[in-house]
């Protein structure tokens, strides 16, 4: 504390003698009530180290207890709710085999009494030859079998689970994690065409947790799967598929719940879904552009024509309710022009690539009108610009990553920030992108981008 002599009054007992200002509350003190000041700041800080140590032990308890920690905890009650759960179903199934089993055991037991009748007759009479023997031996057999293994009675395990799964999420993404320049091609990149190596100006990707992409190949009307690591993809679903063909997907989204396949199949105006190599049609006759699944399993839509996005609980394909725009074509914050990549974050908040008026918007559930997050000055290159938005995506820590289609590059803005700041693209070295559409991670913070005129997708690797 660098302290001044003055002539005024000290802060403690207002009068005029030697004083002394305190750089750090910027008040003045005496000679006599500086030194209580001074101490205040001792017991302040003996305080904070105080609570540093107690942090410390914290630490150390953590890295000699990991079985503690809160995180383990919840696994542990998702355990026991579990094994409550089988324990539940497990005693319910044995209710109902006891009852049937009681059921067939006395048809079985009359069965028998008729048979050992008939045993008793023979050895009565002795009137008997091979042809009773054996009858006798086929049909103890029978009623054994019956026994063991009830023709009317069986077990069967459903497909579908009736217990919550859950999984860790680890995101290496952090407030200054950047990715390395160069880009690898992890799809295509062998030139236009339809071959299994290649793709036609795809746009929508999905990559799930075993870094396997799900890809809208828009121009060759297809949705392709590439698996980590393959130098070609697998056809899911084409145009020359049985029933309604594609025409033109832009977007794909994978169904955490079922495992099944959603489509925007945008020029057959429809939203598909592929589950066991069976199509079905959720949503028809819809201008649909792309699509989210929040984590409660709704389905979002942006609908171009209509400037809105709409949301619909899975299994019931009605007319949806608007959650966005939905107020005819403008630039206002309760409209949309042209809304393309949609994101939903855990609070059901949807961001929006509202394209034609470059910009990104943040509608919070139920409200009547958006915020402006990325871009709204105008089309541009500036940083606080986008020049027909793509596809956005949001990490856990509410940084929000935008495909700036027409600039070529990845952007990054922080909610509330005027600026954005460049992530990877940009420039004409081997990073370069070429209208960049759609947007990923996998759950180790590599950012994956759909690189639209190269006709590939590409893979950033995260490097901080």
Partial sequence: MAMVNNKTQCFTCHRENNIFTCKGCSKEFCSLHIPEHQQRLNEELNHIINDYNEFKERINEQKQNPHNHSLIKQINLWETKSIEIIQLKAKDCRKVVIESLQTCINGIEIKFNDLNKQ??????????????????????????????????????????????????????????????????????????????????????????????????????????????????????????????????????????????IIIADCDNR?????????????????????????????????????????????????????????????????????????????????????QNNHRVMKWRKDAKEGIIVAGGNGQGRNFNQLSQPEGVTVDHLGQIYVADCENHRIMRWCEGKEEGEIVVGGNGEENQLNGPTGLSFDHKGNLYVTDYFNHRIVKFEIIL
């Avoid at 030139?191 to 947790?209: A, H, W």
């Avoid at 409209?335 to 690539?353: A, G, T």
């Fill in 119 to 260: 045993i008793q007759q023979f050895h009565k009479e002795n009137d008997f030859n091979e042809i009773n023997l054996n009858y006798l031996t086929n049909q103890l057999i029978e009623i054994t079998e019956q026994l063991n293994n009830p023709s009317n009675i069986s077990i069967q395990q459903d497909s579908q689970s009736f217990i919550n799964e859950i999984s860790v999420i680890s995101s290496k993404i952090s407030k200054f994690s950047k990715w390395k320049q160069t880009a690898i091609t992890v799809a295509g990149g062998n030139g236009e065409g339809q071959e299994l190596n290649q793709l036609n100006r795809p746009v929508g990707i999905f990559v799930d947790k075993k870094k396997n992409i799900f890809i809208a190949d828009c121009y060759n009307d297809r949705v392709v799967e590439w698996k980590c690591n393959a130098k070609e993809g697998h056809i899911i679903v084409d145009e020359d598929g049985e029933g309604d063909q594609l025409s033109c997907p832009t977007d794909v989204v994978v169904d955490q719940q079922n495992h099944s």
């Fill in 270 to 354: 429809q939203v598909i879904q592929w589950m066991n190599q069976n199509q079905q049609v959720l949503i028809d006759d819809i201008d649909c552009s792309r699509l989210a699944i929040d984590k409660h399993g709704f389905l979002y839509v942006s609908v171009g024509e209509n400037n809105e996005v709409r949301r619909w609980k899975m299994g019931e394909y009605d007319e949806g309710i608007i959650v966005a725009g939905g107020n005819e074509e403008g630039d206002q914050l309760n409209q949309l022009n042209c809304p393309s990549f949609i994101f939903v974050d855990d609070d059901q908040s949807v961001y929006i690539s509202d």
